[in-house]
T-cell receptor, first 114, second 113 residues
């Protein structure tokens, strides 16, 4: 398996624009996380899904952020409108609950909002 | 609430010296525990994990960690560090039955010649 695949790897956008980050989890995995990493706040869990269902989105900073998982092979994290403070590295990770495995991380998307 | 504490934000160690990174957790049940490593510009890579059984676990790159229930700790060790071990290290715990992974703040390791 190619691992967790995130796209794009880098994104530069202007404030106010919509940004969509994409994630393809490892085949057969049933849980998926979206994390945000910044120098100031470290690794923050934004949302996690189990069997495509959002279980906990309490980490989503505000209504500008939304995440979907329409099927087991694909998830998106959308920011609309984007702001400079959203600049961060966004990671997607997937794993299996039966049997339970560790979370496997993608390479991340570095988002810069100017 | 569950939490993971890494008391050391930054550690400097000489190449060839031993390394120990501390991790303490607060969790009511028997936790699943992990150590991940992150090199600059990279994602997180699993070093080792503890689910049950032998409390001393071996990982990749010569790392090991010991689970001590009485101290609520899961410290990471390496007998002799290499320059390539310079990275950020994260301790993590599964915080609920769904597999929610909670991370500590991380420890930055610098290796000097």
């Amino acid at each position: 398996d190619a691992g967790v695949i995130q796209s794009p790897r880098h994104e530069v956008t202007e404030m106010g624009q919509e940004v969509t980050l994409r994630c393809k989890p490892i085949s057969g995995h049933d849980y998926l996380f979206w994390y945000r990493q910044t120098m100031m706040r470290g690794l923050e869990l934004l949302i996690y899904f189990n069997n495509n269902v959002p279980i906990d989105d309490s980490g989503m900073p505000e209504d500008r952020f939304s995440a979907k998982m329409p099927n087991a092979s694909f998830s998106t994290l959308k920011i609309q409108p984007s702001e400079p403070r959203d600049s961060a590295v966004y990671f997607c990770a997937s794993g299996s609950t039966v049997p339970f495995t560790e979370a496997f991380f993608g390479q991340g998307t570095r988002l810069t909002v100017v | 609430a569950q939490s993971v504490t890494q008391p050391d934000i930054h550690i400097t160690v000489s190449e060839g010296a031993s390394l120990e990174l501390r991790c303490n957790y607060s969790y009511g049940a028997t936790p699943y525990l992990f150590w991940y490593v992150q090199s600059p510009g990279q994602g997180l890579q699993l070093l080792l994990k503890y689910f049950s059984g032998d409390t001393l676990v071996q990982g990749i790159k010569g790392f090991e960690a010991e689970f001590k229930r009485s101290q609520s700790s899961f410290n990471l060790r390496k007998p002799s560090v290499h320059w390539s071990d310079a990275a950020e290290y994260f301790c993590a715990v599964v915080a609920d039955s769904w597999g929610k992974l909670q991370f500590g703040a991380g420890t930055q390791v610098v290796v000097t010649p």
